[in-house]
């Protein structure tokens, strides 16, 4: 292959969601994830990723932007103990950089608020 591989996955974890939640609830989001886009039909640009890219972002959102990110070809995801079993994970199928939303592209970087 030529071209770089620039894809990436993002996935976007609600504000509200406690820090020590957040490793387990990002983890069972991508590998539930894994299974949904793994399954989709025409998941090439998937597989493409899976197999020589890899990249993943992880961001902080507020619900405006969670709104927006959950629009897009993405698996939501929650834990049952925290925020009512609300969906607050976003997992989207991997893009290519010149495809990614402004949502995404702005959004802060997930750390620690404390």
Known sequence: MN??????????ILESVPDYIVPTLVAHAVLSAHLKF??????QDYQTWLQHSFRKVVLRVNPKEFDKISALNCHLAFESTILNGEMCCAVVYPLQADNTPNVLKFARMWKPAD
């Open 3 to 12: 071209q770089p591989i620039n894809s990436k996955m993002y996935i976007a």
């Open 38 to 43: 793994t399954a989709q039909e025409n998941n």
